[in-house]
């Protein structure tokens, strides 16, 4: 088949399929269907399946799609055999094949009909660097955390994935000691291991059915990863990572059983554990790239993992976006551009506001056109705060909705389309907003991604509350999507505010129209690293904090005696649980050594214990 590749005319280039089936025969017709409506020219694509002794008719199933195939000019191969499960079948299929990508999937999923265009296109742009680009899943997006910006990834999920096949060949494939699942992962890290570079393709959409509903028990996936993570352990972790083991697997029996043969598959699963464990062992990881654990996952997740999105909008509203910047801070505004052009919102305004400079302009006007951008705007002003450059801004905005996204912070992909869809379902909320994760580093573009220290969501994760909004801020600014129609009642931020003029602009928004909180990790932004620069920050934001309460103290609403008395219990609530405790906490923490990695640990627990409370 090599021929066939070298004499091919000039086009896209040519795709392998690589497909591991196992009395999947209900997922066949609707898989194969949505490969035939894509825009990438079926007579590149060839399909390599490897059944694994399917009992069902699947393999009638296949054999009426490979004459289909054929008539549209694709090349079809299959195979069958005994059962040698998901690493090692897909192993059968790319060692048969010799083009430049194999895309890796599963049939229980359908694609959008761009998905392919998207993803070759992906991985044509990237150098040789890069082995793998991850499809992104609907309804129920991977929870797990990748960079904004650059898109990379420390693992991919391999539901649906493009490989290089090069890089592939270089590190030998999937692990074949691991049966199902946490095999992508393994080969995630090994790829790293030997330098390659992994991204995720948020633009390249397929729908993934693996939950029949959400938190569904599954027990080959609960005793499979479990196998996997303890074994991946030994391969790639820490001293710490593999002294949890034992405590890990004792610990899954002291919980209530997940189904009546619990315990016969703890005691198989520790058996193969011992059986496997040398061969882990002898093969550790050569490189010091970040190999993250944590707890039954593999890195921190993005809460709302099963927060469902629906299809795309067919007609989506001009989303416009103010980015406030200055002097000496391209690469956080190239960051903060490169994410917003990555939003699979497809409908994107951005006015960039830099204050004092006009140093950013070409950075700024090279993002026209650029992804989800359709256009931006850029404004240097004379030095003039961030309230003014913010004000600016929403002058300039023509969008439908306004949101914010200043130059240390970052937007996930899903950010704008995720707030967009709640506004549309829920046309009496004025605003909608996600939660954020914080991340403690200087900037992303000077630290290797993975190294910084992800701190848990810091919006509360509780339905909206005005009095709680009134009593403390909780809304990063770039969290928050608010209707036009807001700023044209309320006006823009409050000039004599430099520092908490959101939380201002939060409490007037909120006085006539409620909030949507979406119960999912939409974006992040930065604090400082060190120690003395985060006590800094606080204390900025701290002599900032009596003048916005007489700013927010001298508005009024009105409210029924009622409603008083049920905000003040609600702040009471709040107050005896959470928000009195964090600022004790706060306060203690501070004057102690390490005080920012203790500070941030207390309030995670105040946190949790407010959100326990149901305030």
Same mark, same amino acid.
């Given at each position: 088949?090599?021929?066939?590749?070298?004499?091919?005319?000039?086009?896209p280039?040519?795709?392998?399929?690589?497909?591991?089936?196992?009395n999947?025969?209900?997922?066949?017709?609707?898989?194969?269907e949505?490969?035939?409506?894509?825009?990438?020219?079926?007579e590149?694509?060839?399909?390599?399946?490897?059944?694994?002794?399917?009992?069902?008719?699947?393999?009638?199933r #296949?054999?009426t799609? $490979? =004459?289909?195939l054929?008539?549209? /000019?694709?090349r079809? !191969? +299959?195979?069958?055999?005994?059962?040698v499960?998901?690493g090692?079948?897909h192993?059968?299929?790319w060692?048969r094949?010799?083009?430049?990508?194999?895309?890796?999937?599963?049939?229980d999923?359908?694609?959008?009909?761009d998905?392919?265009?998207?993803?070759?296109?992906a991985?044509e742009?990237d150098?040789a660097?890069?082995?793998?680009w991850?499809?992104?899943q609907?309804?129920?997006?991977?929870?797990k955390?990748y960079?904004p910006?650059s898109?990379?990834?420390l693992w991919?999920s391999?539901?649906?994935? #493009?490989?290089?096949? $090069? =890089?592939l060949?270089a590190?030998? /494939?999937y692990e074949? !000691? +691991?049966?199902l699942?946490?095999?992508?992962?393994e080969?995630?890290y090994?790829l790293?291991?030997?330098g390659?570079?992994?991204r995720y393709?948020?633009?390249?959409?397929?729908?993934h059915?693996?939950?029949?509903?959400?938190h569904e028990?599954k027990?080959a996936?609960?005793?499979?990863?479990?196998?996997?993570?303890?074994l991946?352990?030994l391969?790639y972790?820490s001293?710490?990572a593999?002294?949890a083991i034992?405590f890990?697997y004792?610990a899954l029996?002291?919980?209530k059983p997940?189904?009546p043969?619990?315990?016969?598959g703890?005691?198989?699963?520790?058996?193969q554990f011992?059986?496997?464990s040398?061969?882990?062992v002898l093969?550790?990881?050569r490189?010091d790239a970040?190999?993250?654990f944590?707890?039954?996952d593999y890195e921190q997740?993005?809460?709302?993992a099963?927060?469902?999105m629906?299809p795309a909008h067919?007609?989506?509203?001009?989303?416009s976006?103010?980015t406030?910047?200055m002097?000496g801070?391209?690469?956080?505004l190239r960051?903060?551009?490169q994410?917003?052009?990555n939003?699979?919102?497809?409908?994107?305004?951005?006015?960039?506001i830099?204050?004092g400079?006009?140093?950013a302009?070409?950075?700024?006007?090279s993002?026209?056109?650029?992804?989800?951008i359709?256009?931006?705007r850029y404004?240097?002003?004379?030095?003039?705060?961030r309230?003014v450059a913010?004000?600016?801004?929403?002058?300039e905005a023509t969008?439908?909705?306004?949101?914010f996204?200043?130059?240390?912070?970052l937007?996930?992909?899903?950010?704008?389309?995720?707030?967009?869809?709640?506004?549309e379902d829920?046309?009496?909320?004025?605003?909608?907003?996600g939660l954020?994760?914080?991340?403690?580093?200087g900037?992303?573009?000077?630290?290797?991604?993975g190294s910084?220290?992800?701190h848990?969501s810091v919006?509360?994760?509780?339905p909206?509350s005005?009095?709680?909004?009134w009593d403390?801020?909780?809304l990063?600014?770039?969290t928050?999507?608010?209707?036009?129609?807001?700023?044209?009642?309320?006006?823009?931020f409050?000039?004599?505010?430099?520092?908490l003029?959101?939380w201002?602009l939060?409490?007037?928004?909120?006085?006539e129209?409620?909030?949507?909180m979406?119960?999912?990790?939409?974006s992040l932004?930065?604090?400082?690293?060190?120690g003395v620069?985060?006590?800094?920050r606080?204390?900025?934001?701290?002599?900032?904090?009596?003048?916005?309460?007489?700013k927010?103290?001298?508005?009024?609403?009105e409210l029924?005696v009622?409603?008083?008395?049920e905000?003040?219990?609600?702040?009471g609530?709040?107050?005896?649980?959470?928000?009195?405790?964090?600022?004790?906490l706060?306060a203690f923490a501070?004057?102690l050594?390490?005080?920012?990695?203790?500070?941030h640990?207390l309030?995670?627990i105040?946190?949790?214990?407010?959100?326990?409370?149901g305030t």
């Amino acid at each position: 088949m090599s021929s066939a590749v070298q004499g091919a005319a000039p086009g896209p280039p040519w795709l392998d399929l690589s497909i591991v089936t196992h009395n999947s025969s209900r997922w066949i017709d609707p898989f194969f269907e949505s490969l035939f409506k894509q825009n990438f020219p079926l007579e590149r694509i060839r399909v390599w399946v490897r059944d694994n002794d399917s009992r069902d008719d699947t393999l009638e199933r #296949l054999e009426t799609w $490979s =004459a289909r195939l054929a008539q549209r /000019g694709a090349r079809y !191969e +299959l195979d069958a055999g005994a059962n040698v499960g998901f690493g090692r079948g897909h192993n059968v299929n790319w060692r048969r094949s010799d083009g430049p990508y194999i895309l890796v999937t599963n049939v229980d999923l359908t694609f959008e009909p761009d998905a392919l265009v998207r993803v070759v296109a992906a991985a044509e742009s990237d150098g040789a660097s890069t082995a793998s680009w991850e499809l992104r899943q609907k309804p129920y997006e991977h929870p797990k955390i990748y960079h904004p910006a650059s898109l990379e990834t420390l693992w991919s999920s391999h539901a649906c994935v #493009l490989l290089r096949r $090069s =890089a592939l060949a270089a590190v030998g /494939g999937y692990e074949e !000691e +691991l049966f199902l699942y946490g095999e992508d992962v393994e080969l995630s890290y090994r790829l790293r291991d030997s330098g390659f570079v992994l991204r995720y393709v948020p633009s390249a959409v397929c729908w993934h059915y693996t939950y029949a509903q959400p938190h569904e028990f599954k027990p080959a996936q609960f005793f499979g990863s479990k196998l996997a993570n303890g074994l991946l352990r030994l391969r790639y972790g820490s001293a710490s990572a593999i002294l949890a083991i034992p405590f890990l697997y004792t610990a899954l029996w002291c919980i209530k059983p997940r189904g009546p043969k619990y315990y016969r598959g703890l005691c198989t699963l520790t058996m193969q554990f011992l059986l496997k464990s040398t061969h882990f062992v002898l093969s550790r990881h050569r490189s010091d790239a970040p190999f993250p654990f944590a707890g039954w996952d593999y890195e921190q997740t993005r809460s709302g993992a099963f927060y469902p999105m629906p299809p795309a909008h067919p007609d989506p509203p001009l989303v416009s976006v103010i980015t406030r910047t200055m002097k000496g801070r391209q690469d956080g505004l190239r960051q903060a551009l490169q994410c917003l052009a990555n939003q699979t919102h497809p409908n994107v305004e951005v006015i960039v506001i830099e204050d004092g400079s006009s140093e950013a302009r070409a950075l700024a006007e090279s993002y026209e056109g650029v992804g989800a951008i359709r256009r931006i705007r850029y404004l240097g002003i004379g030095k003039s705060g961030r309230c003014v450059a913010g004000n600016r801004g929403l002058e300039e905005a023509t969008g439908a909705y306004l949101g914010f996204l200043d130059d240390d912070d970052l937007l996930f992909a899903d950010h704008l389309e995720t707030l967009v869809a709640a506004l549309e379902d829920h046309p009496d909320r004025g605003a909608a907003y996600g939660l954020a994760l914080e991340v403690r580093a200087g900037s992303l573009a000077q630290s290797r991604w993975g190294s910084q220290k992800v701190h848990s969501s810091v919006a509360p994760g509780v339905p909206f509350s005005r009095a709680l909004l009134w009593d403390h801020n909780y809304l990063p600014i770039q969290t928050v999507l608010f209707r036009r129609e807001l700023y044209a009642r309320w006006g823009g931020f409050d000039p004599e505010l430099e520092n908490l003029e959101d939380w201002n602009l939060w409490v007037r928004y909120s006085l006539e129209s409620e909030f949507e909180m979406i119960d999912r990790v939409t974006s992040l932004y930065l604090v400082p690293r060190r120690g003395v620069d985060a006590l800094g920050r606080l204390a900025a934001l701290d002599s900032y904090s009596l003048k916005a309460r007489q700013k927010n103290g001298s508005l009024r609403v009105e409210l029924t005696v009622g409603e008083a008395l049920e905000y003040a219990q609600e702040i009471g609530r709040y107050n005896i649980v959470g928000g009195l405790a964090r600022r004790r906490l706060r306060a203690f923490a501070l004057g102690l050594p390490f005080s920012g990695a203790l500070y941030h640990s207390l309030r995670r627990i105040a946190q949790a214990l407010a959100r326990r409370s149901g305030t």
